[in-house]
């Protein structure tokens, strides 16, 4: 599973008279009166929590982390689909005092966790999988009784960056913060947005191909399960939409690498979270010859995934922005 990376009932019983938590699927109402709910939460899973409590020891997968830490939420213990040190989404935030559970996909340590007596778990909701960040196919499920431990909430993937940034912002608010410390990396995004806009105005018709190639495959993102690529398209960048996404596992079409000139993009994006690593494998392969763009050397990397906060988004709309400007839109057959 290449999307990101790809305890027992006695303890959950202890979560659960440290925490008592009710859900409501698409509703506010719940078994307990709007005065005893101190808390409450409208989770990317449809379903609305509510507590008399307001939570405080939070178990959080790292990027999400990362969000409720731009609002002074700190939580006591994080997970990560790898090692932090070597995750790009994860680079420059200090994590020293926070207790590390898990640094591989599908691997968390439960027993650690029940330790530090959490009364919630967040991570992001996946639509296309039915999960949170955690919690997804494929899994271990002693890993997955991380859920016995407390509720688990979190905003959606869904159709934009910025509505995810907006749901760590409600979030992070319910739990006591101010949004509005934030304000000032939200005026420094929009101008971003406004400057990507204009380098697609300036070099108009720009097509990009987003890739992850990996052993002998070229996986294609789909933008439908990608929301930064669906920011891109809206904001005027023409991001491929491959034409026959995996049927099990839908974020990628994956083509075999001899197949890998059939789309023929100005510009090629790899995943960032294996750069160079990327590069080097279609390099290496003979038909990167017949993709023009690389052939071109107009290649660059896209944030996959893994965007929480404005100022991240802000980083790479920048960067991208030169890059657009920069495409040769002579190069492509698209």
């Known amino acids: ?38 808390w409450t939460f409208a989770s990317g899973d449809g379903e609305t929590y509510t507590a008399p409590d307001v939570p405080t020891r939070i178990i959080a997968h790292a990027y999400a982390a990362k969000a409720l830490m731009e609002f002074g939420i700190t939580p006591v213990a994080v997970y990560a ?73 979190g905003p959606s993937q869904g159709d934009s960056i910025v509505g995810l940034i907006e749901g760590y912002a409600d979030l992070a608010e319910s739990l006591g913060a101010d949004p509005d410390q934030i304000a000032d990396a939200r005026a420094e995004f929009d101008a971003a947005v406004a400057d990507f806009q204009a380098a697609n105005e300036e070099n108009p ?6 890739i992850s190639p990996w052993d002998v495959n070229y996986a294609i993102a ?5 929301p930064e690529l669906l920011d891109f398209q809206r904001w005027g960048l023409a991001v491929v939409d491959p034409e026959t996404p995996d049927p099990d596992f839908p974020y990628w079409e994956t083509l075999s690498m001899e197949q890998a000139d059939a789309y023929q993009p100005d510009l090629i994006m790899f995943d960032d979270r294996n750069a160079p690593g990327g590069e080097e494998i279609l390099a290496a392969a003979p038909i990167s010859s017949s993709i023009t763009a690389f052939a071109a050397g107009q290649t660059t990397t896209w944030p996959a995934y893994w965007l929480h906060t404005y100022s991240d988004y802000t980083q790479q709309l920048s960067r991208l922005a030169e890059v657009i400007r920069g495409t040769d839109t002579s190069v492509g057959a698209l």
């Open 81 to 153: 689909d790898g090692p932090i040190s070597e995750d790009v989404g994860l680079e420059g935030v200090d994590f020293d005092g926070i207790e590390v559970i898990g640094e591989e996909w599908g691997k968390i340590d439960v027993a650690a966790a029940a330790e530090l007596a959490p009364d919630l778990i967040v991570g992001d909701w996946w639509p296309a999988e039915d999960a949170y960040s955690g919690f997804e196919g494929g899994v271990e499920e002693e890993s997955k009784k991380l859920a016995e431990l407390a509720p688990v909430v």
């Open 222 to 226: 789909v933008p439908e399960y990608a």
């Open 1 to 38: 599973m290449i999307r990101r990376a790809r305890l027992l009932s006695s303890l959950a019983l202890v979560a659960a008279s440290a925490f008592a938590l009710t859900a409501c699927s698409g509703s506010t109402e719940s078994s307990e009166s709007d005065a005893d709910a101190a």
């Open 205 to 210: 018709g720009v097509s990009a191909l987003a």
